[in-house]
């Protein structure tokens, strides 16, 4: 069985991996040229992301995983702010369950570590025809086909593999976007950190509709593993930085915000928060324009099949199937959780106890089992951002947060948000 993945991303690498650990052949076409091409961004992954990362590793591999990000003391509590970094109410975090705080480059190159001739970089995925036999052919833009049993779309939001699948886009925009930056943490810039964000992230929601997620980020001060104990896989450390992500209804972006250069970005970004707290401002100013982008929010519609088509040689996972917007900052860890999943089902292939249909048939019931509660959830913090777009939005929101936190576990879903 030959098992070709589109994309490696969070989701297409972690399947490959775990392929690759049960002795399945695998290749992974990814269109960026290199595997540090992607989104500068922090990423957390909750505790079953980090079980089944663990699973899927060598110990020493996963070890560097642990090395390369902020330890637990990063993320003791969330807090939610009003726009002048004022709490609104806090969700203390269960210190007991392992979770990662990890850059997006530090993580993509972990999880690509060791794959070898089996990710092929610079190959744009552009089509597939299937043969009288069941195989698939399989084409790129450079021209190449290549044969492969089973195809899988882990190309992310805006998927060409299920969009072919599906016959539409399996994603629509939802109405509202981010800019995504980092803020080196300088000498003289860290005075200038919310005393809030000492012990963990903060969601800060201010009038006009603008959410600001923000958190230190600095794995080199104390993570969880020593990363000079790493003597197999080199664990990676990124510089301190103040992680933070706008999050606006789209009519608060000028019409072609992706026109935008990173100053331009940053510019805009200021502009949406005035009135908000100096040295939040000027800590947005100071970012580095290199490690700023613009992002459209997507999601996946939860109230119809999310894979529309008859279990066969070809499939697709993680965003690619479920868009949903970072507030929930779930949608790395389930595209992980898919490609556990997945794997798990390939094995029986493997062992002949299963066909590939058979497996991708399970598979895709599984994942409608849990993937659209995590769009739903990703969703509601955006429900906020709307409703602050009211000018009585933060004075009402100041009243309303604590009691609703109480009453509906608002702050446990917020708590995995993470705008950046
Ligand atoms: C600002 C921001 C913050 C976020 N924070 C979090 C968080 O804290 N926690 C969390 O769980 N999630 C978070 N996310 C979401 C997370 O990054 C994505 O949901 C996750 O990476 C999805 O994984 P994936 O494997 O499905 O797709 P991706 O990781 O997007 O990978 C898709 C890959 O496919 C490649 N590709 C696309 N088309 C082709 C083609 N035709 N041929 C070849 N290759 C192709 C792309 O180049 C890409 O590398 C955040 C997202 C953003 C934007």
New binding site residues.
């Given amino acids: 069985m030959r098992v070709m993945i589109?994309?490696?991303?969070?989701?297409?690498?972690t399947l490959a991996q775990a392929l690759r650990g049960a002795g399945i052949d695998v290749v992974v076409?990814?269109?960026?040229q290199a595997v540090e091409s992607?989104?500068g961004?922090?990423?957390?992954?909750?505790e079953r992301?980090c079980r089944i990362l663990r699973r899927h590793l060598a110990p020493g591999h996963y070890q560097a995983l642990l090395a390369s990000s902020a330890g637990l003391k990063a993320f003791a509590r969330f807090a939610v702010a009003d726009h002048r970094m004022r709490l609104l109410f806090q969700e203390p975090r269960d210190g007991a369950s392992e979770t990662l705080m990890i850059g997006?480059i530090p993580l993509?190159r972990l999880l690509a570590h060791g794959l070898g001739e089996a990710l092929r970089l610079g190959?744009?995925?552009?089509g597939y025809r299937t043969n009288p036999d069941g195989t698939l052919t399989v084409s790129?833009a450079d021209g190449c086909t290549e044969e492969a049993d089973l195809l899988v779309g882990?190309?992310?939001?805006?998927?060409?593999?299920a969009a072919a699948l599906a016959g539409r886009p399996t994603s629509v925009p939802v109405g509202a976007s981010?800019i995504?930056a980092r803020t080196p943490l300088t000498a003289d810039l860290r005075p200038l950190v919310p005393e809030l964000l000492a012990v963990g992230p903060a969601l800060a929601f201010g009038p006009g509709g603008a959410g600001l997620f923000l958190s230190v980020h600095d794995p080199g001060s104390g993570s969880m593993v020593d990363p000079a104990a790493c003597a197999e896989v080199a664990p990676i450390i990124e510089e301190p930085a103040l992680i933070w992500?706008l999050l606006a209804p789209d009519r608060a972006f000028p019409d072609r915000p992706r026109d935008l250069d990173g100053a331009g970005l940053i510019r805009l970004t200021d502009r949406l928060l005035r009135g908000w707290s100096t040295p939040v401002r000027a800590l947005v100013r100071a970012a580095d324009p290199a490690a700023t982008?613009y992002?459209r929010f997507h999601a996946a519609a939860t109230d119809t099949d999310l894979t529309p088509w008859p279990a066969g040689a070809v499939t697709a996972?993680?965003?690619?199937v479920h868009?949903?917007p970072?507030t929930g900052?779930?949608?790395?860890?389930?595209?992980i959780r898919d490609a556990d999943v997945l794997a798990e089902e390939l094995i029986q292939v493997r062992d002949g106890t299963s066909t590939i249909p058979l497996a991708v048939h399970r598979f895709q019931i599984r994942m409608a089992g849990y993937a659209p509660a995590a769009v739903r959830v990703s969703m509601r913090p955006l429900g906020w951002v709307n409703r602050m777009a009211s000018p009585l939005g933060t004075q009402a929101a100041r009243l309303a947060l604590p009691a609703l936190a109480s009453a509906t576990r608002l702050g446990r879903t917020l708590a995995?948000a993470?705008?950046?």
Wanted: hydrophobic share 40%.
């Fill in positions: 589109i994309g490696a991303g969070m989701g297409g690498l076409h990814e269109r960026d992607t989104g961004y922090r990423l957390h992954l909750d992301a997006r993509r190959s744009e995925f552009t790129f882990a190309d992310g939001v805006g998927s060409r593999v981010g995504a992500g982008a992002f996972l993680g965003d690619a868009a949903m970072p900052g779930m949608a790395a860890a389930t595209a995995g993470r705008g950046a």
